[in-house]
């Protein structure tokens, strides 16, 4: 399977070195919106110009689109679809269903496959919901992000003027997540589910406290939680929060008999040393199962919902059979 990265970030970077671990996927190329002279890749993989993409058309069968949620990938992925079979990790999960109209449309006009919000959240946490809330339909579903770097909310906190440097970890209530776990069944507010962690390097001089203010008043993305911001220094910064961990865990308690007296608890979790690396490795098998099902004339915009399991494998349905069921 001939791939090719379309934007080269954090994301990027992570599919370039999931594609080393993947014998049966070869990346072409990386496609980039900056001057590519100035764009080293990890791998020496060749980097273009997004604008010339369209000259490789027939020497890519999926492309992964790495843009971000907001602005990005609404424009990206219906236009890339019109001419390739793409994959996105569209992320904004209340706006998945107009995202996937727009794509659907574009995708099926010409005959190409597009899988939309795939990654971990959406994407394998969305199936841990679906499955669990199939077995367990008298129950009630959670989930828990973190402790992780959020990169939108450490974004957001440094557009705020004076602040040179942010980074913010989502962390779950223990609380919270102990009742779930006993399977209590708790009804659980935002503020109550998740506390938000600030850490910020300001510019000399300037105001501490408007940025702690502007920081746990925003709307959307502070202002519900209960929020703690920290000022540190830039050498601070780089020694103790460089890397992008993440993970989380998406819990279904539910109950089964004729009087409801048992109860069980289904729990699916991740801890991620690498946000952007898990990320581009679930991306590289969504990528591999589009290919798969384009090859068997499939077309239009679909979700992780219409995968099957074996799509995602580069083994055999014999060796799967043998190995995993």
Request: proline share 4%; net charge negative.
């Amino acid at each position: 399977m001939k791939t090719a990265i379309y934007g080269y970030g954090n994301l990027g970077r992570g599919i370039e070195s999931a594609v080393q671990q993947n014998d049966d996927i070869e990346l072409v190329g990386v496609f980039t919106r900056r001057d590519p002279a100035t764009v080293k890749t990890v791998t020496g993989v060749p980097v273009y110009m997004a604008e010339n993409i369209l000259a490789f058309k027939d020497q890519i069968d999926v492309l992964v689109i790495c843009g971000g949620s907001a602005t990005d990938l609404p424009e990206m992925t219906p236009v890339l679809a019109r001419n390739f079979n793409v994959v996105d990790s569209f992320d904004t999960h209340a706006k998945i269903p107009e995202h996937f109209a727009a794509v659907d449309a574009a995708a099926k006009e010409s005959g190409h496959l597009a899988l939309i919000s795939a990654g971990w959240d959406p994407g394998m946490f969305s199936l841990n919901r679906l499955y669990a809330s199939s077995i367990l339909p008298e129950g009630a579903d959670y989930t828990f992000w973190g402790r992780g770097v959020s990169q939108g909310h450490s974004d957001a906190i440094r557009r705020i003027e004076g602040v040179l440097d942010a980074r913010q970890y989502t962390v779950p209530v223990q609380s919270a997540l102990d009742a779930v776990r006993a399977g209590k069944n708790p009804e659980l507010t935002t503020r109550e589910k998740h506390l938000r962690e600030c850490y910020v390097v300001a510019e000399e001089g300037a105001d501490l406290a408007r940025i702690e203010n502007e920081i746990k008043t925003m709307p959307n993305y502070f202002a519900d939680y209960d929020t703690t911001v920290t000022f540190i220094t830039a050498e601070e910064m780089k020694a103790n929060h460089a890397e992008l961990p993440h993970g989380g865990s998406v819990i279904r308690t539910g109950k089964t008999g004729i009087n409801k007296e048992h109860t069980h608890v289904i729990e699916y979790s991740l801890k991620l040393d690498s946000n952007p690396e898990f990320t581009g490795s679930a991306l590289a098998a969504f990528a591999r199962a589009v290919c798969k099902k384009h090859a068997r004339g499939e077309s239009g915009c679909i979700t992780v919902f219409d995968i099957a399991p074996a799509d995602l494998s580069p083994l055999s349905d014999e060796e799967l059979r043998s190995h995993m069921l």
